[in-house]
């Protein structure tokens, strides 16, 4: 099991979901070759300044993971023969659809979400 903490402060003060403005999921098998993988672009956000943060996590199979272009890498645990798993995020501008994307290796099984929470 892997587990990765972050803490972040100025967003919603919105209770639970209602903090959240969109998200999206995708899961998926990589080929014979290391690949770029993607979340999957959200809605368009509702204003500027909300965060987004992309997640991804596989089965392990000793695959180094990069964060995707315009993500800032937070935690990432790769290369282990058991589990992998990261965490990016990146500031939104209105209208922003994000689109979490990780580099990982071939013949991985792998699920990857972001999730923008609102500003505000």
Known sequence: ???AALEYSGLSTAAGTGAVGVLTV???TTGSTAVVVASGAT???AGGG???L???A???FGDTLTAGTGFTSRVGVSNTPDMELAVEDQLTTAGATPNAT???G???VWLAGVVVFKHG
């Open 102 to 104: 990780f580099g990982t």
């Open 1 to 3: 099991m892997g587990v």
């Open 26 to 28: 995708a899961t998926g």
């Open 50 to 52: 909300e965060l987004a």
């Open 54 to 56: 992309g997640f991804y």
């Open 58 to 60: 596989d089965s392990g």
């Open 106 to 108: 071939a013949q991985t």
């Open 43 to 45: 809605a368009a956000t």
